[in-house]
């Protein structure tokens, strides 16, 4: 018997738990342009790609796995893709 | 105290299904208190599970019989340690442990996220609680270790081979790998339904993704090292349809962190990395269903159930639910960029994933096929030993290879002149080391030789890495500290190259010898004098059976010394079972494995010995994984900072 209260008593709790966000009062959240934070997240993850990509490629350079000629060529079209994605940033009017 | 297990039980099924079913509610009407709500169901929810396991774990210790699993997995003689280990012994208590396991993850991944990652977390939640009310409904309605009886004098024991050390480890260090995989499953689902295909959730999920494969791996070594001391038939892995139900996963999560860089890096494999992920998954889900269900025969399994049933509408339902869902959002998840050139890391990638799922898909084939035999011809036909061993050659060699190659290719494109300067040390060493292998005699094993002359590449590649980054870095320290999932990487392939010298060894040049001896009589294996001393016959009895102990006494000289204890254990409840004899030469890594065979009417006894070149280094092979798994796996600091100002950058 006194396992069934036991477990009587575990089910009280659960219930209490899972009710308890109903009697807290709703957070403010400020209701963001999804849209817009979506396309904000996704030129950030492009901007931050670029950039790691130019560091693997300083790195890659310095130890030997890539010679002069190819990091000179590859080196631009990855600032330019940072720049651009910067661009693209600031046009939606992201503040850093 | 059992309706405090089944009470408990029934709260966790309610809660689960209710994290389910609320979850999916507050999702989808973007009401913010009834998601928090699900949240908190699918924690509570875990404390419920642990009460139902502390319930099941006191029975154990106890010896309490009125349980019906408790007098069906040990008895009264058995020890606290193993009387705990029968809690994963059979089919409800391993359950019990799944779902246990499976809500704490469950709770630990929501409560860790909810504030970074609220748009998915409203969506893993209903995910891993579906998955968890499945299993608490089988514990409720189908399997449950709480069914009483009256209580017998003692129970029918646990068989003798699950009485080692490393069955308290491997099992649960298994289940922490399978149950694992569902984590980065839910969050891969959440982002699909949600549509915030971001790099989020792979940022959140890369660790759990880490932790479960850590311990597929290191579970996986453990139960080999338990084969190899305690069944009894001279290996470590027999390609058993249970064994290769741990090995899939594990080969699909590989795959899935390797290709999880390319999405990080370029924006690629997106869908692939969904595949893969979802792919682990079902076939960790899948391995559960092999081992449950009885459709194969394994020393691994449980006996046959219904509960396959139910775990085969999981499977496919679970299955079907991917597939829907990458095809809705096959548009969201298209690559934006392509591949710059064959020769680049990325290419390399690519080639490591393809091998690995072929591999996979492979050993999937070959534990499908007794089944679908027995299904469509009526007579189960299994894949034998060959079969494995040939695609693993095919398969693992050119991988093999391919891990000394990638780390030293460059990211979007390398030119082979570049390529060939810096991996001439590397070719440099394997041409060295395959030469030597051959002038001492070790030819005669050509895919041996291939495996040697590849690992040679690879080591001499990881110490190349580490000289090159360190200068240019200027300290070793500083170099593992910026990238410490590249760094653990390299160790872990270093622990790979390790697995396969200690397979190649094992295998191609083993010595396996038969040998009859009486009392008295000496013989010669490879160096070793073996010299058979007495015989002890040891009866012992239980209230459920009697059980004898024959044990012969070897005298080692030669390259070895002392004595060697070699037995075969006879219950009458339980069957037979080897307790083998090992004496490792630890400067060889090598070790002289004796089976006691039979002992015969004459007094003699039939020896199996065999000589293992390279065995230990499997073992050591398991523990340098594990230190390169937890180097991958710390904690990143900067990274989360960096997913912080992301986000917060993102919301304006």
Known sequence: MIWLILGALIAAAAVAVVALPFFRPAPDEAAADEAVAERRLELIEERDRALAALKELEFDHRTGKIDDADYRELVGPLRRTAAAALQALDALGAKE | ?652
């Not at chain 2, 080999?224 to 001279?234: F, I, K, R, S, T």
């Not at chain 2, 006996?303 to 095809?327: E, M, N, Q, R, Y």
């Not at chain 2, 009417?601 to 280094?617: E, I, R, T, Y």
């Open chain 2, 1 to 652: 105290m059992a309706d405090l297990g089944r009470a408990a039980l029934v709260v966790s099924f309610l809660l689960t299904l209710y994290a389910a079913c609320a979850g999916t509610y507050g999702a989808l009407r973007k009401e913010r208190g009834v998601a928090d709500s699900a949240r908190n169901a699918l924690v509570a929810a875990f404390f419920s599970t642990a009460v139902a396991a502390v319930v099941l774990a006191l029975a154990l210790v106890n010896h309490d019989f009125s349980f019906a699993y408790v007098s069906a997995h040990t008895s009264r003689d058995l020890s606290t340690v193993y009387a705990l280990t029968a809690f994963w012994g059979g089919q409800e208590g391993s359950l019990l442990l799944w779902l246990l396991v499976l809500t704490g993850y469950g709770a630990l991944a929501v409560m860790l996220n909810r504030r970074l990652l609220r748009d998915l977390i409203v969506w893993v939640v209903p995910i891993v609680g579906a998955i968890a009310a499945f299993f608490s409904f089988v514990l409720v309605a189908v399997s449950s270790p709480f069914v009483t009886q009256t209580p017998p004098l003692d129970g029918a024991g646990l068989t003798p081979s699950l009485q080692n050390p490393y069955m308290v480890a491997h099992p649960p260090m298994l289940y922490l790998g399978y149950v694992g995989l569902t984590i980065p499953f839910a969050f891969a689902a959440a982002a699909m339904i949600s549509g915030h295909t971001d790099e989020r959730w792979i940022v959140a999920t890369r660790r759990w993704t880490l932790a479960a494969w850590m311990f597929l791996g290191f579970g996986q070594i453990l139960g080999a090292h338990w084969a190899y001391v305690e069944v009894g038939w001279g290996g470590y892995y027999a390609w058993d349809p249970v064994e290769n139900a741990a090995l899939m996963p594990w080969l699909a999560a590989t795959a899935f962190l390797h290709s999880v860089m390319i999405q990080e890096r370029k924006g690629m494999l997106r869908v692939w990395n969904m595949v893969l992920v979802a792919l682990a998954f079902e076939l960790a889900v899948f391995g559960d269903f092999l081992t449950r269900s009885g459709v194969i025969n394994s020393i691994h399994s449980f006996a046959k159930s219904s509960i396959g049933a139910w775990f085969l509408g999981f499977v496919v339902a679970t299955a079907v639910f991917s597939v829907v869902l990458i095809l809705w959002r096959l548009p969201l998840l298209r690559a934006r960029t392509k591949l710059e050139s064959a020769l680049s890391r990325e290419a390399t990638f690519l080639y490591n994933n393809l091998l690995l799922v072929a591999l996979c898909l492979t050993v999937l084939w070959g534990v499908l096929f007794p089944v679908l035999t027995d299904l469509f011809l009526s007579q189960p036909r299994t894949m034998s030993r060959p079969y494995y061993d040939f695609f693993l050659r095919i398969f693992g060699l050119p991988l093999l290879l391919l891990m000394g190659i990638g780390p030293l290719v460059a990211w979007r494109r390398a030119s082979a002149r570049a390529l060939l300067r810096t991996l001439r040390w590397p070719i440099a060493a394997a041409i060295v080391a395959g030469a030597a292998l051959v002038a001492v005699g070790a030819g005669s094993s050509r895919p041996g030789l291939i495996a040697y002359t590849f690992s040679a590449f690879v080591l001499t590649t990881i110490v190349v890495e580490l000289v090159r980054g360190t200068r240019a870095t200027g300290s070793l320290l500083q170099l593992v500290g910026r990238n410490r999932r590249r760094y653990g990487g390299y160790v872990v392939h270093a622990a790979i190259v390790l697995l396969a010298l200690g397979i190649a060894g094992s295998s191609a040049y083993q010595t396996n010898v038969e040998r009859q001896l009486k009392p008295g009589q000496t013989t010669k294996v490879d160096g070793y004098r073996l010299t058979y001393q007495r015989f002890q016959r040891t009866p012992s009895a239980t209230i459920s059976g009697r059980q004898v102990t024959n044990t012969a006494v070897l005298g080692v000289g030669g390259r070895g010394h002392g004595t060697l204890d070699t037995s075969l254990v006879e219950s009458t409840t339980l069957g037979p079972s080897h307790e083998v004899g090992i004496q490792t030469d630890w400067l060889r890594a090598q070790d002289l494995y004796v089976i006691l065979e039979q002992q015969n009417a004459d007094g003699s006894v039939l020896f199996q010995v065999f000589l293992k070149p390279l065995v230990n280094l499997i073992w050591i092979a398991g523990f340098v994984f594990l230190g390169g798994s937890l180097v991958a796996l710390w904690p990143d600091a900067r990274e989360q900072r960096r997913l912080v100002a992301r986000l917060a950058l993102a919301r304006g």
